[in-house]
């Protein structure tokens, strides 16, 4: 085994450090297993360090599962199920920590359109924008699956924005609609097993609150095809 700074950790080393800490045989022996238990879990996090990196890159569990020499449902069961029962549960009282990267990119960008737009209130139009800002995230790619054009969903959330303020806010704040998603998101997560807010879960909110009268309802995006997307991606 070689460690990140080059060296290599040889069974000889692991041998002499469990003697020398430990006199009594017995000892030796509970010292040896609670040694190898951390090297389990030291190699266990060093997989699902990389399985994570790889379902964010859109790796399915699928790829996942072959690259490991497993199936996919053993995957799943090392990765997925494992953290489930011990996650804390989701609270909109969490705020934005519990946020993944894609999601608080999407406020982040919410933000950046508002200000570009001179308004002094981050509404759903905005969030809308930020949704399909990134054309690589969970979100858009729910959207564009749908056949609708992310271009198409930036100009008709464009249209739909409030004139000018006199002045500009250097944090701009949500409006009650705003906040109404950013609440639901926490739900939605909840509602689909994930332990963590995904852009995913901003776009089921956004759509829920808007009740199938907003931007994303106008062009045709539904919460059912966005679910049986994000399934299938999972499969």
Known sequence: MT????????????????????????????GAVQLADELDDV??????????QARRAGASWSEIGRSMGVTKQAAQKRFVGR???????????QGFSRFNDEARA???RGQDRAREAGNDVLGVAHLVLGLVSASDSTAARAVS???????????VAL?????????????????????DALQRAFAEAERLGADSIGSEHVLL?????????GVLASLGVTAEAVEAHLRAATS
Not at 8 to 19: E, V
Not at 45 to 51: C, D, K, N, Q, R
């Open 43 to 52: 190699a266990d996090a060093l997989v699902g360090h990389f399985v994570d």
């Open 205 to 213: 909110a956004v759509l829920a609150v808007d009740r199938g009268t």
């Open 145 to 155: 699956a749908q056949g609708v054009s992310l271009a198409d969903v930036q100009r």
């Open 83 to 93: 953290s489930q029962p011990t996650a804390t549960p989701l609270d909109p009282s």
């Open 106 to 108: 999407v406020v982040v």
């Open 3 to 30: 460690t990140s700074d080059g060296s290599t950790i040889r069974l000889a080393d692991m041998i002499g450090s469990i003697a020398r800490t430990h006199e009594d045989p017995l000892d030796r022996v509970s």
């Open 159 to 179: 249209a739909t924005l409030p004139s000018p303020a006199a002045s500009v806010p250097e944090l701009i704040p949500f409006d009650a609609h705003a906040q």
